[in-house]
T-cell receptor
């Protein structure tokens, strides 16, 4: 069974610095997709970025990038030049590729990021 | 595009009463997912539909919970004889075709409080 673990429950950083959030996962599948989502204070959950397991290059979108270390089953989220509005709970998630297209998304426990002035 | 719409935003029920939660996916999306979020358990998968057909309900409690998708424009999650431990935020999400590489679009959730 797939499992996603985020060991950092909360992180606090100063505005405009870089932060890295850790995530490790367990899967028996050779192909899978890794996602990061953000939940704002209002409760809204929004997609940030995706990494395909078969791709060696790390995904980058805006000031979000990933540190994908497949041998370690690790997918870290890096936020550069953090802003106050980046304060939120960040979830790592995984979906396996199987014969039943559209497998469920399994989430980690989340990391609460606080960006302070 | 109004996004995924969930109604009601808040629902309060007494123990033993029935609760029905509604979800309207994004128009054109063929996959609908239900999740439950609590402080203790985090985000838990409940069930999902693709082209209105139930595909995976492995996360649904076997008793009292049921989900349906009678047409492309809405899905319902029904909880019979609600219990205090059912209190949670129930989130609906949709995606274009339900493929594994697709992002999910989440609704704002329905906060269910069982007294």
């Amino acid at each position: 069974a797939q499992k996603v673990t985020q060991t950092q429950t909360s992180i606090s950083v100063v505005e405009k610095t870089t932060v890295t959030m850790d995530c490790v996962y367990e899967t028996r599948d050779s192909s899978y997709f890794l996602f990061w989502y953000k939940q704002t204070a209002s409760g809204e959950i929004v997609f940030l970025i995706r990494q395909d397991s078969y791709k060696k290059e790390n995904a980058t979108v805006g000031h979000y990038s990933l540190n994908f270390q497949k041998p370690k089953s690790s997918i870290g989220l890096i936020i550069t030049a953090t802003q106050i509005e980046d304060s939120a709970v960040y979830f790592c998630a995984m979906r396996e590729v199987n014969n039943n297209a559209g497998a469920k998304l399994t989430f980690g426990g989340g990391t609460r990021l606080t960006v302070r002035p | 595009n109004a996004g995924v719409i969930q109604t009601p935003r808040h629902k309060v029920t007494g123990k033993g009463q029935e609760a029905t939660l509604w979800c309207e996916p994004i128009s054109g999306h063929s996959a609908v997912f239900w999740y439950r979020q609590t402080i203790v358990q985090g985000l838990e998968f409940l069930t999902y539909f693709r082209n209105q057909a139930p595909i995976d309900d492995s996360g649904m409690p076997k008793e009292r919970f049921s989900a349906q998708m009678p047409n492309q424009s809405h899905s319902t999650l029904k909880i019979q004889s609600t219990q205090p431990q059912d209190s949670a935020v129930y989130l609906c999400a949709s995606s274009l075709e339900g493929f594994s590489n697709e992002r999910l679009f989440f609704g704002h959730g329905t906060k269910l409080s069982v007294l």
